[in-house]
């Protein structure tokens, strides 16, 4: 079993910057490749980006590529989502997701979920 719980979300700026973080409560916490995703009003939750467990090999969303990087750090058991140039349209709530697999694009492909932390883009 992982626990995962988000922080550093907030109210922000069209324009400015927040870095999520999750830390995770694993011993086996490099043996996962970890995700984020979002959730906006009325909306599905929706893939942002993943990293795999050896941090090498990352994937984004066309719609955040090249203003969102996820990273991470094996020895904190933490991955981040540093997130610049924010948009109206990034507000949603973001969660973080663990799993075994190589790395994970969808959410059925993840099979550890935090319980989310919200994000709010003003314009």
């Known amino acids: 079993q992982v626990q995962l719980v988000e922080s550093g979300g907030g109210l922000v700026q069209a324009g400015g910057s927040l870095r999520l973080s999750c830390a995770a409560s694993?011993?086996?916490?490099?043996?996962?490749?970890m995700g984020w995703f979002r959730q906006a009003p009325g909306k599905e939750r929706e893939f942002v980006a993943t990293?795999?467990?050896?941090?090498?090999?990352?994937y984004y969303a066309d719609s955040v590529k090249g203003r969102f990087t996820i990273s991470r750090d094996n020895a904190k058991n933490t991955v981040y989502l540093q997130m610049s140039n924010l948009k109206p349209e990034d507000t949603a709530v973001y969660y973080c997701?663990?799993?075994?697999?190589?790395?994970?694009?969808?959410?059925?492909?993840?099979?550890?979920w935090g319980q989310g932390t919200q994000v709010t883009v003003s314009s």
């Open positions: 694993t011993r086996t916490f490099s043996s996962y490749s």
């Open positions: 990293i795999a467990w050896t941090g090498g090999r990352t």
């Open positions: 997701a663990a799993t075994g697999r190589r790395y994970g694009l969808v959410n059925g492909d993840y099979d550890y």
